[in-house]
């Protein structure tokens, strides 16, 4: 699976950005389809994911701000990001997980988002 991410950029806080991501190659056994961020010096978190079944879960930290969605015939998944903050400063690495017999993680490269005070 490879997995092309975009829609970073630089936005006042407030604002809002819509991130894409799309998996191609070999998609069939998809799971999951998620979001993870990274900031300099921290550890990469679980921004938002989305199953099969359209269950989603939210960090706290985005809960009512951010909206994880999936396009499923076309295997993409967006994230929109609204009333941004200062500390959702971070590189936004989409994630896929296949299930097929066990699970296979797969990451995209990341797209930056800096958010401005």
């Known amino acids: 699976v490879q997995l092309q991410a975009s829609g970073g950029g630089l936005v006042q806080a407030g604002g809002s950005l819509r991130l894409s991501c799309a998996a191609s190659g070999t998609t069939l056994g998809i799971s999951v389809m998620g979001w993870y961020r990274q900031a300099p010096g921290k550890k990469r978190e679980l921004v938002a994911d989305i199953t099969n079944g359209g269950s989603t879960n939210y960090a706290d930290s985005v809960e009512g701000r951010f909206t994880i969605s999936r396009d499923y015939a076309n295997d993409m998944v967006y994230l929109q990001m609204n009333s941004l903050k200062p500390e959702d400063t971070a590189k936004y690495y989409c994630?896929?997980?296949?299930?097929?017999?066990?699970?296979?993680?797969?990451w995209g490269q990341g797209t930056l988002v800096t958010v401005s005070s």
């Open positions: 994630k896929v997980t296949r299930r097929i017999l066990r699970d296979y993680h797969y």
